[in-house]
Protein backbone atom coordinates (compact mmCIF):
# COMPACT_ATOMS: atom_id res chain seq x y z
CA UNK A 1 0.00 0.00 0.00
CA UNK A 2 1.17 3.41 -0.87
CA UNK A 3 2.43 5.91 1.69
CA UNK A 4 -0.71 7.99 0.96
CA UNK A 5 -3.09 5.72 1.20
CA UNK A 6 -1.40 4.95 4.69
CA UNK A 7 -1.36 8.68 5.29
CA UNK A 8 -5.06 9.29 6.00
CA UNK A 9 -4.88 12.49 8.25
CA UNK A 10 -5.50 16.00 6.22
CA UNK A 11 -3.99 19.07 7.36
CA UNK A 12 -6.95 19.92 9.54
CA UNK A 13 -7.03 16.34 11.55
CA UNK A 14 -9.78 15.12 9.69
CA UNK A 15 -9.51 11.70 8.41
CA UNK A 16 -9.06 11.57 4.89
CA UNK A 17 -11.31 10.15 2.07
CA UNK A 18 -10.61 11.17 -1.40
CA UNK A 19 -13.68 12.79 -2.75
CA UNK A 20 -14.61 9.87 -5.28
CA UNK A 21 -13.66 7.20 -2.31
CA UNK A 22 -15.81 9.32 0.21
CA UNK A 23 -18.79 9.72 -2.36
CA UNK A 24 -18.67 5.95 -2.79
CA UNK A 25 -18.32 5.28 0.92
CA UNK A 26 -21.53 7.64 1.34
CA UNK A 27 -23.63 6.30 -1.26
CA UNK A 28 -22.65 2.54 -0.26
CA UNK A 29 -24.61 2.99 3.25
CA UNK A 30 -27.37 4.77 1.73
CA UNK A 31 -28.75 4.67 -1.33
CA UNK A 32 -29.35 8.31 -2.12
CA UNK A 33 -28.75 11.19 -2.33
CA UNK A 34 -25.16 10.59 -4.21
CA UNK A 35 -24.03 14.47 -3.57
CA UNK A 36 -23.47 15.16 0.13
CA UNK A 37 -24.94 18.45 1.22
CA UNK A 38 -22.19 21.02 2.47
CA UNK A 39 -24.18 21.68 5.29
CA UNK A 40 -23.86 17.91 6.68
CA UNK A 41 -19.68 17.72 6.07
CA UNK A 42 -18.38 21.27 5.52
CA UNK A 43 -17.30 23.34 2.60
CA UNK A 44 -13.97 21.97 2.33
CA UNK A 45 -14.67 18.39 3.57
CA UNK A 46 -13.59 15.61 1.63
CA UNK A 47 -15.93 15.31 -0.22
CA UNK A 48 -15.48 18.59 -1.95
CA UNK A 49 -11.99 18.65 -1.98
CA UNK A 50 -9.78 18.19 -5.26
CA UNK A 51 -6.60 16.07 -5.06
CA UNK A 52 -4.49 17.52 -7.16
CA UNK A 53 -0.77 15.52 -8.00
CA UNK A 54 2.01 18.08 -9.73
CA UNK A 55 3.51 16.46 -12.45
CA UNK A 56 6.80 18.55 -13.39
CA UNK A 57 8.55 20.00 -10.33
CA UNK A 58 10.99 22.92 -12.21
CA UNK A 59 11.17 26.22 -12.88
CA UNK A 60 7.39 27.19 -13.50
CA UNK A 61 6.57 24.75 -10.44
CA UNK A 62 7.78 27.64 -8.04
CA UNK A 63 4.70 29.64 -9.24
CA UNK A 64 1.95 26.53 -9.36
CA UNK A 65 2.40 24.55 -6.62
CA UNK A 66 2.24 27.39 -4.11
CA UNK A 67 -0.52 28.84 -6.32
CA UNK A 68 -2.78 25.03 -5.60
CA UNK A 69 -1.50 24.97 -2.25
CA UNK A 70 -3.25 28.18 -1.61
CA UNK A 71 -6.30 27.01 -2.57
CA UNK A 72 -8.25 25.79 0.53
CA UNK A 73 -10.36 22.89 -1.73
CA UNK A 74 -7.70 21.41 -2.86
CA UNK A 75 -4.91 18.62 -1.49
CA UNK A 76 -1.57 18.57 -3.55
CA UNK A 77 -1.00 14.60 -2.67
CA UNK A 78 1.44 13.65 -5.21
CA UNK A 79 4.29 15.36 -6.85
CA UNK A 80 6.10 13.70 -9.74
CA UNK A 81 9.48 14.82 -11.63
CA UNK A 82 11.66 12.88 -13.07
CA UNK A 83 14.69 14.06 -10.99
CA UNK A 84 15.19 13.83 -7.32
CA UNK A 85 16.50 16.96 -7.00
CA UNK A 86 19.17 19.02 -7.93
CA UNK A 87 20.45 22.78 -7.91
CA UNK A 88 20.83 24.69 -11.14
CA UNK A 89 17.32 25.08 -12.41
CA UNK A 90 16.56 28.71 -14.05
CA UNK A 91 19.08 30.27 -11.88
CA UNK A 92 22.07 28.40 -10.25
CA UNK A 93 20.03 28.62 -6.84
CA UNK A 94 17.46 27.12 -7.28
CA UNK A 95 17.04 23.63 -5.86
CA UNK A 96 14.40 21.80 -7.44
CA UNK A 97 12.61 18.30 -8.00
CA UNK A 98 10.21 15.89 -7.08
CA UNK A 99 12.04 15.70 -3.07
CA UNK A 100 12.24 19.64 -2.74
CA UNK A 101 8.63 19.62 -3.51
CA UNK A 102 7.67 16.92 -2.01
CA UNK A 103 9.09 18.78 1.49
CA UNK A 104 7.42 21.99 0.10
CA UNK A 105 4.27 19.95 0.18
CA UNK A 106 4.37 18.57 3.45
CA UNK A 107 5.34 21.50 5.19
CA UNK A 108 3.14 23.77 4.21
CA UNK A 109 0.14 21.44 5.72
CA UNK A 110 2.74 20.19 8.61
CA UNK A 111 1.73 24.26 9.31
CA UNK A 112 -2.10 23.59 10.22
CA UNK A 113 -2.06 20.93 12.24
CA UNK A 114 -2.09 21.17 15.73
CA UNK A 115 1.03 18.66 15.66
CA UNK A 116 3.24 20.61 13.50
CA UNK A 117 3.66 17.32 10.91
CA UNK A 118 2.65 16.14 7.79
CA UNK A 119 3.33 13.21 5.64
CA UNK A 120 0.65 12.84 3.23
CA UNK A 121 2.45 14.14 -0.14
CA UNK A 122 4.32 11.36 -2.32
CA UNK A 123 6.69 11.62 -4.51
CA UNK A 124 6.97 9.79 -7.65
CA UNK A 125 9.73 9.29 -10.39
CA UNK A 126 7.13 8.21 -13.12
CA UNK A 127 4.09 9.91 -14.03
CA UNK A 128 1.85 6.87 -15.08
CA UNK A 129 2.09 5.40 -11.38
CA UNK A 130 0.57 8.65 -10.53
CA UNK A 131 -2.10 8.54 -13.09
CA UNK A 132 -2.88 5.14 -11.64
CA UNK A 133 -3.86 6.32 -8.31
CA UNK A 134 -7.45 6.30 -7.53
CA UNK A 135 -7.78 9.14 -5.46
CA UNK A 136 -5.88 11.67 -7.34
CA UNK A 137 -8.36 13.97 -9.19
CA UNK A 138 -6.60 16.41 -11.05
CA UNK A 139 -2.80 16.92 -12.96
CA UNK A 140 -0.90 19.72 -13.25
CA UNK A 141 0.92 19.39 -16.14
CA UNK A 142 4.21 21.59 -15.60
CA UNK A 143 6.70 19.79 -17.92
CA UNK A 144 8.95 20.72 -21.06
CA UNK A 145 6.49 20.76 -24.32
CA UNK A 146 7.13 17.76 -26.08
CA UNK A 147 5.90 16.15 -22.60
CA UNK A 148 2.42 18.03 -22.97
CA UNK A 149 0.58 15.94 -25.19
CA UNK A 150 1.18 12.70 -23.83
CA UNK A 151 0.98 13.38 -20.49
CA UNK A 152 -2.35 14.89 -20.86
CA UNK A 153 -3.95 12.24 -23.17
CA UNK A 154 -3.32 9.48 -20.84
CA UNK A 155 -4.25 11.80 -18.08
CA UNK A 156 -7.29 12.02 -19.87
CA UNK A 157 -7.75 8.49 -20.08
CA UNK A 158 -7.23 7.54 -16.66
CA UNK A 159 -10.00 10.35 -15.92
CA UNK A 160 -8.46 13.24 -14.51
CA UNK A 161 -9.22 16.73 -15.11
CA UNK A 162 -5.68 18.42 -16.29
CA UNK A 163 -4.22 21.75 -16.15
CA UNK A 164 -1.75 22.10 -18.91
CA UNK A 165 1.48 24.44 -19.26
CA UNK A 166 1.28 26.80 -22.07
CA UNK A 167 2.38 26.16 -25.37
CA UNK A 168 -0.54 23.54 -25.13
CA UNK A 169 0.77 21.60 -27.42
CA UNK A 170 4.51 21.06 -29.50
CA UNK A 171 2.42 20.03 -32.83
CA UNK A 172 -1.04 20.76 -34.64
CA UNK A 173 -1.25 16.58 -34.00
CA UNK A 174 -0.65 16.41 -30.77
CA UNK A 175 -3.24 19.53 -30.14
CA UNK A 176 -5.86 17.23 -32.33
CA UNK A 177 -5.20 14.34 -30.22
CA UNK A 178 -5.70 16.53 -26.51
CA UNK A 179 -8.99 17.88 -27.84
CA UNK A 180 -10.14 14.50 -28.69
CA UNK A 181 -8.90 13.13 -24.97
CA UNK A 182 -10.47 15.65 -23.30
CA UNK A 183 -13.76 15.55 -24.93
CA UNK A 184 -14.09 11.97 -25.21
CA UNK A 185 -13.20 11.34 -22.08
CA UNK A 186 -15.53 14.36 -20.55
CA UNK A 187 -12.43 16.17 -18.87
CA UNK A 188 -11.65 19.79 -17.57
CA UNK A 189 -8.51 21.22 -19.55
CA UNK A 190 -7.24 24.46 -18.40
CA UNK A 191 -4.35 26.01 -20.72
CA UNK A 192 -1.72 27.84 -18.58
CA UNK A 193 -2.18 30.72 -20.07
CA UNK A 194 -2.88 32.40 -16.71
CA UNK A 195 -3.01 36.02 -18.73
CA UNK A 196 -6.44 35.52 -18.88
CA UNK A 197 -7.55 35.71 -16.03
CA UNK A 198 -5.71 39.06 -15.57
CA UNK A 199 -8.08 42.26 -15.48
CA UNK A 200 -5.88 44.52 -17.91
CA UNK A 201 -5.84 41.98 -20.28
CA UNK A 202 -9.30 41.24 -20.37
CA UNK A 203 -10.21 44.79 -20.03
CA UNK A 204 -7.90 45.51 -23.29
CA UNK A 205 -10.10 42.54 -24.96
CA UNK A 206 -13.56 43.82 -24.16
CA UNK A 207 -12.26 47.36 -25.52
CA UNK A 208 -11.08 45.58 -28.85
CA UNK A 209 -14.30 43.53 -28.82
CA UNK A 210 -16.85 46.73 -27.96
CA UNK A 211 -15.30 48.61 -30.84
CA UNK A 212 -13.11 51.11 -29.13
CA UNK A 213 -10.47 51.42 -31.78
CA UNK A 214 -12.47 50.97 -34.58
CA UNK A 215 -12.18 48.51 -37.24
CA UNK A 216 -9.74 46.11 -36.53
CA UNK A 217 -7.08 45.84 -38.85
CA UNK A 218 -3.57 43.98 -37.64
CA UNK A 219 -2.68 42.25 -34.39
CA UNK A 220 0.90 42.35 -33.05
CA UNK A 221 2.35 39.76 -30.45
CA UNK A 222 5.01 40.89 -29.23
CA UNK A 223 7.68 38.29 -28.13
CA UNK A 224 11.21 37.97 -26.58
CA UNK A 225 14.26 37.06 -28.21
CA UNK A 226 16.53 34.23 -27.25
CA UNK A 227 20.47 33.32 -27.31
CA UNK A 228 22.10 30.45 -29.08
CA UNK A 229 23.26 27.98 -26.36
CA UNK A 230 26.27 26.63 -25.75
CA UNK A 231 28.64 27.42 -28.76
CA UNK A 232 30.33 24.70 -31.52
CA UNK A 233 32.47 21.95 -29.71
CA UNK A 234 30.00 21.70 -26.35
CA UNK A 235 30.64 18.05 -24.64
CA UNK A 236 28.10 16.05 -24.02
CA UNK A 237 27.84 15.84 -20.06
CA UNK A 238 27.51 13.12 -17.68
CA UNK A 239 23.83 12.37 -16.72
CA UNK A 240 23.40 13.20 -13.09
CA UNK A 241 22.74 11.06 -10.07
CA UNK A 242 19.11 10.80 -9.68
CA UNK A 243 17.67 11.92 -12.73
CA UNK A 244 16.34 9.82 -15.39
CA UNK A 245 17.20 11.38 -18.89
CA UNK A 246 15.59 8.90 -20.81
CA UNK A 247 12.30 9.62 -19.31
CA UNK A 248 13.41 12.98 -19.95
CA UNK A 249 13.29 12.31 -23.48
CA UNK A 250 10.43 10.42 -23.80
CA UNK A 251 9.04 10.98 -27.08
CA UNK A 252 12.16 13.19 -28.44
CA UNK A 253 14.85 11.07 -30.36
CA UNK A 254 17.94 9.96 -28.21
CA UNK A 255 20.20 12.85 -27.55
CA UNK A 256 23.63 13.26 -25.67
CA UNK A 257 23.55 15.06 -22.39
CA UNK A 258 24.27 18.84 -21.62
CA UNK A 259 22.46 20.46 -18.88
CA UNK A 260 21.49 23.31 -21.04
CA UNK A 261 19.15 21.00 -22.77
CA UNK A 262 17.06 19.93 -19.71
CA UNK A 263 16.30 22.30 -16.85
CA UNK A 264 14.51 25.42 -18.47
CA UNK A 265 16.53 25.71 -21.61
CA UNK A 266 14.57 22.65 -23.49
CA UNK A 267 12.49 25.63 -24.63
CA UNK A 268 15.96 26.67 -27.17
CA UNK A 269 15.47 23.34 -28.94
CA UNK A 270 13.48 22.29 -31.72
CA UNK A 271 13.08 18.60 -30.69
CA UNK A 272 11.30 19.89 -27.27
CA UNK A 273 9.54 23.43 -28.22
CA UNK A 274 9.36 26.07 -30.28
CA UNK A 275 11.49 29.06 -29.13
CA UNK A 276 10.02 32.29 -28.08
CA UNK A 277 7.32 32.19 -30.66
CA UNK A 278 5.95 29.33 -28.57
CA UNK A 279 7.67 30.45 -25.19
CA UNK A 280 6.47 34.48 -24.65
CA UNK A 281 4.60 34.00 -27.97
CA UNK A 282 2.14 31.36 -26.53
CA UNK A 283 0.89 33.82 -24.14
CA UNK A 284 0.97 37.28 -26.56
CA UNK A 285 -0.90 35.19 -29.12
CA UNK A 286 -3.47 33.77 -26.44
CA UNK A 287 -4.06 37.37 -25.64
CA UNK A 288 -4.53 38.63 -29.76
CA UNK A 289 -6.75 35.42 -30.11
CA UNK A 290 -8.53 36.20 -26.91
CA UNK A 291 -9.31 40.33 -28.50
CA UNK A 292 -9.92 39.10 -31.65
CA UNK A 293 -12.81 36.95 -30.61
CA UNK A 294 -11.14 33.85 -32.41
CA UNK A 295 -10.74 30.93 -30.21
CA UNK A 296 -12.29 28.44 -32.41
CA UNK A 297 -10.21 29.76 -35.64
CA UNK A 298 -7.04 30.86 -36.88
CA UNK A 299 -5.16 33.00 -39.47
CA UNK A 300 -5.19 31.77 -43.41
CA UNK A 301 -2.23 32.88 -44.29
CA UNK A 302 1.16 32.80 -42.92
CA UNK A 303 5.05 34.33 -43.95
CA UNK A 304 8.15 34.74 -42.54
CA UNK A 305 9.35 38.27 -42.54
CA UNK A 306 12.81 39.95 -42.65
CA UNK A 307 14.97 40.27 -39.51
CA UNK A 308 14.78 36.22 -38.38
CA UNK A 309 18.46 35.32 -36.81
CA UNK A 310 19.09 31.46 -36.38
CA UNK A 311 21.92 30.22 -33.93
CA UNK A 312 24.76 29.79 -35.90
CA UNK A 313 25.83 26.52 -36.74
CA UNK A 314 27.22 24.17 -34.20
CA UNK A 315 25.51 25.71 -31.17
CA UNK A 316 23.52 23.51 -29.02
CA UNK A 317 20.03 26.08 -29.41
CA UNK A 318 18.53 25.34 -32.70
CA UNK A 319 15.16 27.62 -32.51
CA UNK A 320 15.36 31.64 -33.64
CA UNK A 321 16.75 33.88 -31.55
CA UNK A 322 15.18 36.63 -33.20
CA UNK A 323 11.24 36.09 -35.00
CA UNK A 324 9.46 37.39 -37.47
CA UNK A 325 6.35 36.31 -39.16
CA UNK A 326 3.26 37.32 -40.48
CA UNK A 327 -0.31 35.89 -40.80
CA UNK A 328 -3.49 37.00 -42.27
CA UNK A 329 -7.32 35.77 -41.03
CA UNK A 330 -10.18 35.23 -43.23
CA UNK A 331 -11.45 38.50 -42.97
CA UNK A 332 -8.09 40.40 -43.42
CA UNK A 333 -7.10 41.09 -40.36
CA UNK A 334 -3.19 40.85 -40.22
CA UNK A 335 -1.04 39.18 -37.17
CA UNK A 336 2.44 39.93 -36.54
CA UNK A 337 4.84 38.27 -34.38
CA UNK A 338 7.89 39.82 -33.60
CA UNK A 339 10.39 40.24 -31.30
CA UNK A 340 10.68 43.23 -29.48
CA UNK A 341 12.71 43.48 -26.17
CA UNK A 342 12.45 44.11 -23.89
CA UNK A 343 9.37 42.34 -22.68
CA UNK A 344 6.33 40.46 -24.20
CA UNK A 345 3.33 41.79 -24.80
CA UNK A 346 -0.17 42.27 -27.75
CA UNK A 347 -1.37 45.63 -29.48
CA UNK A 348 -4.08 45.55 -31.63
CA UNK A 349 -4.56 48.48 -34.23
CA UNK A 350 -7.98 49.33 -35.58
CA UNK A 351 -9.05 52.46 -37.92
CA UNK A 352 -9.55 54.52 -34.62
CA UNK A 353 -6.64 54.09 -32.60
CA UNK A 354 -4.83 51.02 -30.75
CA UNK A 355 -4.44 49.17 -27.70
CA UNK A 356 -1.61 47.20 -25.95
CA UNK A 357 -0.77 45.22 -22.94
CA UNK A 358 2.95 44.82 -21.93
CA UNK A 359 4.06 42.55 -19.87
CA UNK A 360 6.13 45.41 -17.89
CA UNK A 361 2.98 47.56 -17.59
CA UNK A 362 0.55 44.86 -15.72
CA UNK A 363 -1.31 47.91 -14.16
CA UNK A 364 -3.17 49.35 -16.98
CA UNK A 365 -3.73 49.27 -20.63
CA UNK A 366 -1.85 51.41 -22.70
CA UNK A 367 -3.81 52.89 -25.97
CA UNK A 368 -3.61 55.78 -28.44
CA UNK A 369 -5.89 58.09 -26.64
CA UNK A 370 -7.09 58.91 -23.08
CA UNK A 371 -10.71 58.10 -23.98
CA UNK A 372 -9.85 54.71 -25.47
CA UNK A 373 -8.32 53.95 -21.90
CA UNK A 374 -10.71 55.53 -19.41
CA UNK A 375 -13.64 54.64 -21.80
CA UNK A 376 -17.02 52.99 -19.47
CA UNK A 377 -17.69 49.29 -21.35
CA UNK A 378 -21.68 49.88 -20.80
CA UNK A 379 -23.97 46.36 -18.80
CA UNK A 380 -25.57 45.91 -22.29
CA UNK A 381 -22.25 45.84 -24.47
CA UNK A 382 -19.66 42.89 -24.46
CA UNK A 383 -18.63 41.26 -21.29
CA UNK A 384 -16.09 38.35 -21.45
CA UNK A 385 -15.85 35.89 -18.94
CA UNK A 386 -14.19 36.82 -15.66
CA UNK A 387 -11.31 34.45 -13.96
CA UNK A 388 -9.10 36.43 -11.37
CA UNK A 389 -7.35 33.54 -10.73
CA UNK A 390 -6.49 30.62 -13.14
CA UNK A 391 -6.00 27.97 -10.68
CA UNK A 392 -9.05 28.71 -9.04
CA UNK A 393 -10.81 29.06 -12.59
CA UNK A 394 -9.67 25.66 -13.17
CA UNK A 395 -11.09 24.16 -9.78
CA UNK A 396 -14.22 25.89 -10.43
CA UNK A 397 -14.59 23.89 -13.82
CA UNK A 398 -13.91 21.02 -12.19
CA UNK A 399 -16.84 21.36 -9.50
CA UNK A 400 -19.16 22.80 -12.21
CA UNK A 401 -18.35 20.54 -15.21
CA UNK A 402 -18.12 23.33 -17.40
CA UNK A 403 -15.10 25.25 -19.50
CA UNK A 404 -12.73 26.75 -18.01
CA UNK A 405 -12.00 30.13 -19.32
CA UNK A 406 -9.04 28.59 -21.15
CA UNK A 407 -10.35 25.07 -22.62
CA UNK A 408 -8.37 22.88 -24.38
CA UNK A 409 -9.85 24.21 -28.26
CA UNK A 410 -8.24 27.87 -27.33
CA UNK A 411 -5.44 26.58 -26.14
CA UNK A 412 -4.83 24.51 -29.21
CA UNK A 413 -5.85 27.27 -31.52
CA UNK A 414 -3.41 29.74 -30.12
CA UNK A 415 -0.84 27.01 -29.79
CA UNK A 416 -1.40 26.42 -33.31
CA UNK A 417 -0.67 29.87 -34.93
CA UNK A 418 2.88 29.53 -32.92
CA UNK A 419 3.60 26.32 -34.49
CA UNK A 420 2.57 27.75 -38.15
CA UNK A 421 4.32 30.68 -37.71
CA UNK A 422 7.39 28.93 -36.88
CA UNK A 423 7.22 26.08 -39.72
CA UNK A 424 6.68 29.55 -42.20
CA UNK A 425 9.98 30.59 -40.66
CA UNK A 426 11.13 27.50 -41.26
CA UNK A 427 10.76 26.99 -45.06
CA UNK A 428 10.92 30.76 -45.63
CA UNK A 429 7.86 31.04 -47.72
CA UNK A 430 3.99 31.92 -47.73
CA UNK A 431 1.71 29.34 -46.63
CA UNK A 432 -2.04 28.92 -47.09
CA UNK A 433 -3.64 27.34 -44.09
CA UNK A 434 -7.18 25.80 -44.10
CA UNK A 435 -7.86 26.39 -40.60
CA UNK A 436 -10.90 24.21 -40.49
CA UNK A 437 -9.38 20.91 -42.45
CA UNK A 438 -5.90 22.29 -40.39
CA UNK A 439 -4.07 21.70 -43.31
CA UNK A 440 -1.67 23.57 -46.03
CA UNK A 441 -3.26 23.95 -49.03
CA UNK A 442 -1.04 22.32 -51.27
CA UNK A 443 2.21 21.93 -49.81
CA UNK A 444 3.21 18.32 -48.56
CA UNK A 445 6.78 19.33 -46.89
CA UNK A 446 4.73 21.81 -44.74
CA UNK A 447 1.85 19.64 -43.70
CA UNK A 448 4.87 16.56 -43.52
CA UNK A 449 6.04 19.30 -40.34
CA UNK A 450 2.45 18.87 -38.67
CA UNK A 451 3.49 16.41 -36.21
CA UNK A 452 6.61 14.89 -35.32
CA UNK A 453 7.56 10.88 -35.38
CA UNK A 454 7.75 9.88 -31.25
CA UNK A 455 10.00 7.68 -29.91
CA UNK A 456 9.89 4.18 -28.68
CA UNK A 457 6.96 3.08 -26.67
CA UNK A 458 5.41 6.91 -26.54
CA UNK A 459 2.97 7.12 -29.47
CA UNK A 460 -0.57 9.22 -29.15
N1 LIG B 1 2.43 30.00 -17.63
C1 LIG B 1 3.63 30.52 -17.45
O1 LIG B 1 3.78 31.72 -17.20
C2 LIG B 1 4.82 29.64 -17.56
C3 LIG B 1 4.71 28.41 -18.13
N2 LIG B 1 5.79 27.61 -18.25
C4 LIG B 1 5.63 26.32 -18.91
O2 LIG B 1 5.82 25.28 -17.96
C5 LIG B 1 6.41 24.15 -18.59
C6 LIG B 1 7.64 23.75 -17.80
O3 LIG B 1 8.60 24.78 -17.89
P1 LIG B 1 9.69 25.03 -16.78
O4 LIG B 1 9.13 24.72 -15.45
O5 LIG B 1 10.24 26.36 -17.01
O6 LIG B 1 10.76 23.92 -17.19
P2 LIG B 1 11.73 23.07 -16.28
O7 LIG B 1 12.64 22.34 -17.17
O8 LIG B 1 12.35 23.96 -15.24
O9 LIG B 1 10.75 22.11 -15.53
C7 LIG B 1 10.20 20.95 -16.10
C8 LIG B 1 10.31 19.85 -15.07
O10 LIG B 1 9.76 18.65 -15.55
C9 LIG B 1 10.70 17.60 -15.33
N3 LIG B 1 10.42 16.53 -16.27
C10 LIG B 1 10.79 16.42 -17.56
N4 LIG B 1 10.25 15.32 -18.11
C11 LIG B 1 9.54 14.71 -17.15
C12 LIG B 1 8.74 13.54 -17.10
N5 LIG B 1 8.56 12.76 -18.14
N6 LIG B 1 8.14 13.22 -15.92
C13 LIG B 1 8.29 14.00 -14.83
N7 LIG B 1 9.06 15.11 -14.82
C14 LIG B 1 9.66 15.47 -15.97
C15 LIG B 1 12.02 18.27 -15.49
O11 LIG B 1 13.05 17.50 -14.98
P3 LIG B 1 14.54 18.13 -14.90
O12 LIG B 1 14.52 19.11 -13.81
O13 LIG B 1 15.45 17.09 -14.52
O14 LIG B 1 14.82 18.71 -16.23
C16 LIG B 1 11.77 19.58 -14.75
O15 LIG B 1 11.93 19.44 -13.36
C17 LIG B 1 6.71 24.57 -20.02
O16 LIG B 1 5.74 24.07 -20.88
C18 LIG B 1 6.66 26.09 -19.98
O17 LIG B 1 6.27 26.67 -21.19
C19 LIG B 1 6.99 27.97 -17.76
C20 LIG B 1 7.18 29.20 -17.19
C21 LIG B 1 6.11 30.16 -17.05
O1 LIG C 1 5.70 31.56 -19.85
C1 LIG C 1 6.64 32.20 -19.42
C2 LIG C 1 6.44 33.53 -18.86
O2 LIG C 1 7.49 34.40 -19.05
C3 LIG C 1 8.80 33.90 -18.90
C4 LIG C 1 9.78 34.98 -19.18
O3 LIG C 1 9.47 36.14 -18.52
C5 LIG C 1 8.95 32.69 -19.77
O4 LIG C 1 10.24 32.23 -19.85
C6 LIG C 1 8.00 31.66 -19.37
O5 LIG C 1 8.09 30.48 -20.07
Known amino acids: MSKQLNSDTTPTGNVRLSRRKFVAAATAVVAAPTIVPSSVVGA ?11 IGCGNQSRVDLPSMLRQPDAQVVAVCDVNKGSDGY ?21 EKTRSGQFKGCDAYADFRDVLARDDVDAVMIVLPDHWHALA ?17 SLTIHDGQQMIKAVRKHGRILQTGSQYRSNAVVRRMCELVRNGRIGEVK ?29 MW ?24 SGGQVTNTGAHATDIVQWALGKDHTGPVEFEHQPGIVWPPDGHLFTTA ?35 QFSVNNMKEVEASSDAIKNSVIGADEIHLPVSTNHYRNFLDSIKSRKDPIEPVEAGHRTASICHLGNIAMRLERKLQ ?28
Not at 44 to 54: F, G, M, Y
Not at 90 to 110: C, I, M, S, T
Not at 249 to 272: K, S
Request: hydrophobic share 35%; with cysteine; net charge neutral.
Open 44 to 54: NAPSNRINVAL
Open 90 to 110: ARPEHFLGREPAQKKVNDHYA
Open 152 to 168: TVKACEAGKDVYCQKPM
Open 218 to 246: RAISIINGSGAGPGPGWKEQPVPEGFDYD
Open 249 to 272: LGPAPEAPYHIYRCLYRFRFLQEY
Open 321 to 355: MKSHFRARYADGVEFVCRTQEPGFGARIEGTEGWV
Open 433 to 460: WDPEQEVFVNDADANQMLRRPYRGPWQI
